[in-house]
């Protein structure tokens, strides 16, 4: 998306991306909500209030989810290139958190 201009189409890939590994982590302990808020606070709770990891985690979550609203349901919201690209650089960063605690888990 972000290649082909796809700038809120992008935003929108990130945050899942990001989504998706918070509910990898989730199911560790047995846990799934059918609203985001849920998962995303029961990730909070319970692995960045913890201290398992660190608080940034939190602000890029929210950061995403955020952008995402906006780019889906603000009509004239336009993302630009250079938000799509720091939001993807933040989504890889979540990932490699989340991968590498998956890894020390020995679940990867």
Do not use: C, W
């Not at 991306?17 to 319970?46: M, P």
């Not at 890029?60 to 919201?77: N, T």
């Not at 250079?82 to 958190?97: C, G, N, P, S």
Request: hydrophobic share 40%; no cysteine; glycine share 2%.
């Amino acid at each position: 998306m972000f290649e082909n201009g796809r700038y809120k189409n992008a935003l929108n890939r990130a945050y899942y991306a990001i989504f998706h590994a918070i509910r990898a982590v989730n199911s560790l302990e047995e846990f799934d909500s059918s609203k985001h808020s849920g998962v995303i606070a029961f990730f909070n709770q319970t692995f960045v209030k913890e201290g398992i990891f660190p608080k940034d985690m939190s602000k890029i979550i929210r950061h995403a989810s955020e952008s995402r609203e906006k780019a889906d349901y603000l009509d004239f919201f336009v993302a630009s290139k250079d938000e799509a690209e720091k939001q993807i650089q933040r989504a890889e960063l979540f990932q490699t958190e989340i991968e590498e605690y998956l890894i020390n888990k020995k679940i990867l």
